[in-house]
């Protein structure tokens, strides 16, 4: 499975940015994660083809939404209201989640290229 992710960029705090992963493979579902500077990666959003979703961390929930282009095999990953806590570079995975597994990076078996984030106030 190859997956494309782009999207990144600097914001202010407010603003919005628009992350896209495209996969070669639609029988994974998709999920995001990011590392921010010193800090663990962290589960962000995930999301299934069909079945169910999407499912966002409480550190995203309300301000993120996700999309899906069946044709273009490729979801997008809305941020609004960025602060910058956010800042962190961001990657998209493809695996094949359960309930209980879809916020662990070990579901995910393949990754996309990280993609920054950086939100200044």
């Known amino acids: 499975v190859q997956l494309q992710a782009s999207g990144g960029g600097s914001v202010q705090t407010g603003g919005s940015l628009r992350l896209t992963c495209t996969t070669s493979?639609?029988?994974?579902?998709m999920g995001w994660f990011r590392q921010a500077p010193g800090k663990d990666k962290e589960f962000v959003a995930a999301?299934?083809?069909?079945?169910?979703?999407?499912y966002f961390a409480d550190i995203v929930k309300g301000r993120a939404t996700i999309s899906r282009d069946f044709a273009k095999n490729t979801m997008y990953l809305q941020m609004n209201n960025l602060k910058p806590e956010d800042t962190a570079v961001y990657y998209c995975?493809?695996?094949?989640?359960?309930?209980?597994?879809?916020?662990?990076?070990?579901?995910?078996?393949?990754w996309g290229q990280g993609t920054l984030v950086t939100v200044s106030s």
């Open positions: 995975a493809a695996g094949r989640f359960i309930a209980s597994t879809r916020t662990y990076q070990s579901a995910y078996a393949y």
């Open positions: 493979d639609r029988s994974y579902s």
């Open positions: 999301n299934r083809w069909s079945g169910g979703g999407p």
